[in-house]
């Protein structure tokens, strides 16, 4: 029986307090430090090891690479934490309904972490992410006809809209650094979304 607890209690200081002090950071990702005394922390922890105080301290993982938010009729919504959406159907200025499929490549602000973190959360995808281009891919859609979008100026579609995309991402710590059309198609009122 003493073995057994020894045991356990060797298996709670191995698992517990000398993993709880160490912070693994992989290449492509960074990592944030939430202080029980003194809140989320400005400091970013590069890629590395790093020390942290057990049970005082949490560390959470920020994956800093290239993001590709796709948007396709093969996304499943029923993931809501899923970098991606389902295609946006937009109105053109010459009044045709259309869908909407492409690829936004985002990156997260390395400096701004903590900041996204403390004021967003972990899920600024479904609260800002999503919701902001479905937004201003159905306001640049209003801009253009449908001749236009099928013509030479998609690359102007994808200008604007990377435009927009910056000027809403770039104070909440969030890199636009391109935004790719793939298919604008003309969609009716009783195709689903």
Not at 42 to 63: D, E, R, S, T
Not at 140 to 166: C, M, P, V, Y
Request: glycine share 6%.
């Amino acid at each position: 029986m003493a073995d057994r607890l020894d045991q356990m209690m060797y298996s709670f200081v191995v698992e517990d307090v000398l993993k709880g002090l160490f912070i693994h950071v992989p290449p492509g990702y960074v990592a944030c430090v939430y202080d029980l005394g003194r809140g989320v922390l400005k400091k970013v922890m590069m890629p590395g090891l790093h020390l942290k105080i057990p049970f005082w301290q949490k560390a959470k993982l920020f994956n800093t690479q290239t993001l590709e938010y796709s948007i396709s009729r093969d996304f499943d919504p029923s993931h809501a934490r899923a970098l991606g959406d389902v295609p946006v159907v937009a109105q053109t200025a010459d009044g045709k309904r259309v869908s909407v499929e492409g690829t936004v490549l985002l990156r997260l602000d390395i400096e701004q972490v903590p900041t996204i973190w403390q004021t967003i959360g972990d899920d600024f995808v479904q609260k800002i992410v999503r919701p902001t281009i479905r937004s201003r891919m159905r306001m640049i859609s209003a801009r253009f006809s449908f001749a236009d979008a099928l013509s030479g100026k998609r690359d102007q579609i994808e200008i604007e809209t990377k435009q927009e995309l910056e000027r809403i991402f770039f104070p909440r710590g969030i890199r636009v650094e391109n935004v790719l059309l793939s298919e604008i198609r003309e969609t009716h009122a009783e195709d689903n979304q």
